[in-house]
Nanobody, 124 residues
Framework: QVQLVESGGGLVQAGGSLRLSCAASGRIFSSYRMGWFRQAPGKEREFVAAITWSGGNTLYADSVKGRFTISRDNAKNTVYLQMNSLKPEDTASYYC?????????????????WGQGTQVTVSS
């Protein structure tokens, strides 16, 4: 069992930055992948970024590539999402999740544990 708690969301102007954190408790195995997803009202949950817990291999959605950076601190069992050059279309609830490295990293159904989400609002 893994529990995830996101933090760091808020209101920011377009062009600004935020850093989201996802603190994990429970047993984190090297075979896990950590992912960030987001969901705007009336839209489906979409993939943002993912990182493998052991090797730190990363993957990004095209819409955030070059602006967002995912990283992890194994000692703190925490994953981060640094978001720069934010745009109004980045407004959404952001969720972190844990899944197996064997799963397809961009599919929400491949993740087993989810946090409660943190709201990010970008004003124009």
């Amino acid at each position: 069992q893994v529990q995830l708690v996101e933090s760091g969301g808020g209101l920011v102007q377009a062009g600004g930055s935020l850093r989201l954190s996802c603190a994990a408790s429970g047993r984190i195995f090297s075979s896990y992948r950590m992912g960030w997803f987001r969901q705007a009202p009336g839209k489906e949950r979409e993939f943002v970024a993912a990182i493998t817990w052991s090797g730190g291999n990363t993957l990004y959605a095209d819409s955030v590539k070059g602006r967002f950076t995912i990283s992890r601190d194994n000692a703190k069992n925490t994953v981060y999402l640094q978001m720069n050059s934010l745009k109004p279309e980045d407004t959404a609830s952001y969720y972190c999740a844990v899944g197996s490295v064997l799963g397809v990293p961009t599919r929400p159904t491949q993740y087993v544990y989810w946090g409660q989400g943190t709201q990010v609002t970008v004003s124009s």
